[in-house]
């Protein structure tokens, strides 16, 4: 063996000595004086001179630096630079993600922007948290087929149709994210396991509501002026959803105006999209109520952190023995609204945040109906405090 290899002793390499010590063909080994020390390998390529750490001292022994060093003198023979080589390789091997569990973090990490507060609820991922990722989250990804996922999803694919259907959409942009990443999967499988599974029988049940005529009655008992309450009859007063209701900042209230931002709004691809909700002479009262329970801007906070959660509310008609569930007061708003107005189609649909019409009509339509919206909610907040009792006509510009 060369008497220019292999100068230094693994006795030595453990000895307290500092400074820079040559093992021979390029290899040095760097003591710090804080006892750290660190391999590095020195090589000349295309007329560059190159160095090239090979890892700490406490991490490489002796012999592995030697190994190493050799591996990557081989590759300068072949007329490569080893630094960029190393890198390439990383990147392929960051690349070849394999098991499905990785590729389905990777691709949910990637969506995040597309989806309401960058996924934070988690709504994206639980499907496939919940019933793939158990069974099938450590399956290489280009040897998922149809029969796995049909196989995982099938005890939930009619009892729990909607949670399947999601799942198995999202187990799709899984497989596009792994395609995409340059992995070989089969981008049919889950078409071929819809197939497999069948039609669902699951026939999806509308959110309970509670029948617009008994809407006054249960708005009086949530009198306790806490914040569960107080979101409950801001929830009832406005007819959004519970999503933009349990978020509302007091800088979104403006006047008798409140805005939602549009990426809170449900099946408003455009987060430009705000949308403006008239606030009646009682939802203003409600919300001045609110403010001095608000925290970190927030009207409606939960007592731990956060805000107020849609369970929250839920169980509190559950206690009461109702079948309704907050969602459903929606549909009580728009029951009468069908029942005791005149209101116009577009009007009635837009006082739910619901879009009208195809996108080349919405594009010529400048009106949101506000203020026509805002005479139907007061007229609404008379009937739910128990001061209703004419029909309301209206006209659609």
């Not at 395609?179 to 026939?203: E, F, M, P, S, W």
């Not at 049940?205 to 009655?217: D, G, I, K, S, T």
């Given at each position: 063996?060369?008497?220019?290899?292999?100068?230094?002793?693994?006795?030595?390499?453990?000895?307290?000595?500092?400074?820079?010590?040559?093992?021979?063909?390029?290899?040095?080994?760097?003591?710090?004086?804080?006892?750290?020390?660190?391999?590095?390998?020195?090589?000349?390529?295309?007329?560059?001179?190159?160095?090239?750490?090979?890892?700490?001292?406490?991490?490489?022994?002796?012999?592995q630096a030697r190994q190493q060093a050799e591996h990557w003198r081989a590759?300068?023979?072949?007329?490569?630079?080893?630094?960029?080589?190393?890198?390439?390789?990383?990147?392929?091997?960051?690349r070849n993600i394999h098991v499905l569990e990785d590729i389905a973090l990777d691709a949910f990490e990637s969506r995040k922007a597309e989806l309401k507060g960058d996924g934070k609820a988690g709504r994206w991922f639980s499907p496939l948290e919940l019933h793939v990722l158990p069974k099938l989250g450590k399956v290489p990804v280009a040897e998922l087929d149809q029969r796995d996922i049909r196989d995982v999803l099938a005890p939930i694919w009619h009892t729990k149709a909607d949670t399947a259907r999601k799942a198995l959409n999202r187990l799709g942009i899984c497989l596009r994210h792994a395609?995409?990443?340059?992995?070989?999967?089969?981008?049919?499988?889950?078409?071929?396991?819809?197939?497999?599974?069948?039609?669902?029988?699951?026939?999806?049940?509308?959110?309970?509501?509670?029948?617009?005529?008994?809407?006054?009655?249960?708005?009086q008992n949530l009198s306790d002026g806490s914040v569960t309450h107080l979101a409950l009859r801001l929830l009832i007063l406005t007819g959004v959803r519970s999503g933009p209701l349990r978020h509302v900042r007091e800088d979104q209230i403006d006047g008798g105006v409140w805005t939602i931002p549009g990426e809170m709004m449900k099946g408003r691809r455009d987060a430009t999209a705000d949308f403006r909700v008239p606030l009646s002479a009682e939802a203003l009262s409600i919300i001045e109520q609110a403010r001095p329970l608000a925290r970190n801007g927030f009207l409606f906070p939960s007592i731990r952190k956060g805000v107020i959660s849609d369970a929250t509310m839920a169980r509190l008609m559950e206690r009461r023995q109702l079948e309704a569930r907050p969602h459903g007061f929606r549909s009580s708003l728009r029951d009468w609204i069908a029942e005791t107005t005149d209101t116009p189609h577009d009007i009635a649909e837009t006082c739910l945040g619901h879009l009208v019409g195809g996108s080349v009509e919405r594009a010529y339509r400048r009106t949101d109906y506000l203020e026509q919206r805002r005479a139907l909610m007061e007229r609404w907040a008379q009937h739910v405090t128990g001061r209703g009792g004419t029909i309301l006509r209206m006209v659609k510009p």
């Open positions: 063996m060369s008497r220019s290899l292999n100068r230094l002793s693994a006795a030595f390499v453990n000895s307290g000595a500092r400074g820079k010590f040559a093992d021979g063909g390029g290899l040095w080994l760097f003591k710090r004086p804080d006892g750290g020390g660190q391999w590095v390998l020195r090589v000349t390529i295309h007329g560059r001179r190159r160095e090239m750490g090979l890892g700490a001292l406490t991490d490489v022994s002796l012999k590759v300068v023979r072949e007329g490569k630079d080893p630094i960029k080589e190393r890198d390439r390789q990383r990147r392929e091997a960051a395609a995409a990443l340059g992995l070989d999967v089969d981008l049919q499988a889950t078409d071929k396991a819809r197939a497999l599974l069948g039609k669902q029988r699951h026939r999806p049940e509308n959110v309970p509501a509670l029948p617009w005529q008994e809407v006054p009655a249960f708005y």
